[in-house]
T-cell receptor, first 110, second 115 residues
Framework: DAKTTQPPSMDCAEGRAANLPCNHS???????VYWYRQIHSQGPQYIIH???NNETNEMASLIITEDRKSSTLILPHATLRDTAVYYC???????????FGTGTSLTVIP | EAGVAQSPRYKIIEKRQSVAFWCNPI?????LYWYQQILGQGPKLLIQ????????DSQLPKDRFSAERLKGVDSTLKIQPAKLEDSAVYLC?????????????FGPGTRLTVL
């Protein structure tokens, strides 16, 4: 399975856009990029996923580079409730397994 | 829609004791996962069920951990005997099925402390 690399921590001012990068240089052609987040003392929560095209939903936008070796999760207007650990995951193309790394700890500052 | 239920939420035991965790997935979800999350790390997959069959248990320490999903609904994860390094949060997740559009839904987890 492809591995992902994320910065261990980031800060973002409340109301500003939070841009969380992820490298997945060994991703295979049919593997998707998923993003989950985990707020303290809760289970992980799905945010968004994509294959090649950029995706947007009510929570965030996902920008995937043309070569698919990296992606960026964008929270357009970060709030204090967005403080969490964000995991970038490349989904295995067999068995539906998800492999989490250590993620990026995002702190939204008032 | 009810979420993934887990119990107990917290458990404290002494090393060499046994412990069991229970998970009730979202109704109709065929795929069920158990993860172990050690403090400061991301969740690590222990076992995956598709209905009542095991799809992947390659990271399950089978000398002490066991899991079952009778009738393809509820699941239990057991540790016997527990070691200090088993202290972690045990997360259960479920998913409707295969394909790229079915996200995993996680329960709140069971926090295990082994003394």
């Amino acid at each position: 399975d492809a591995k992902t690399t994320q910065p261990p921590s980031m800060d973002c001012a409340e109301g500003r856009a939070a841009n969380l990068p992820c490298n997945h240089s060994t991703i295979s052609g049919n593997e998707y990029v998923y993003w989950y987040r985990q707020i303290h003392s809760q289970g992980p929560q799905y945010i968004i996923h994509g294959l090649k095209n950029n995706e947007t939903n009510e929570m965030a936008s996902l920008i995937i580079t043309e070569d698919r070796k990296s992606s960026t999760l964008i929270l357009p207007h970060a709030t204090l409730r967005d403080t969490a650990v964000y995991y970038c995951i490349v989904k295995s193309n067999t068995g539906n397994q998800f492999y989490f790394g250590t993620g990026t700890s995002l702190t939204v500052i008032p | 829609e009810a979420g993934v239920a887990q119990s107990p939420r917290y458990k404290i035991i002494e090393k060499r004791q046994s412990v069991a965790f229970w998970c009730n997935p979202i109704s109709g979800h065929a795929t069920l996962y158990w993860y172990q999350q050690i403090l400061g790390q991301g969740p690590k997959l222990l076992i995956q069920f598709q209905n009542n069959g095991v799809v992947d248990d390659s990271q399950l320490p089978k000398d002490r951990f066991s899991a079952e999903r009778l009738k393809g609904v509820d699941s239990t994860l057991k540790i016997q005997p527990a070691k200090l390094e088993d202290s972690a949060v045990y997360l259960c997740a479920s998913r409707a099925g295969g394909g790229s559009y079915n996200e995993q839904f996680f329960g709140p987890g069971t926090r295990l402390t082994v003394l």
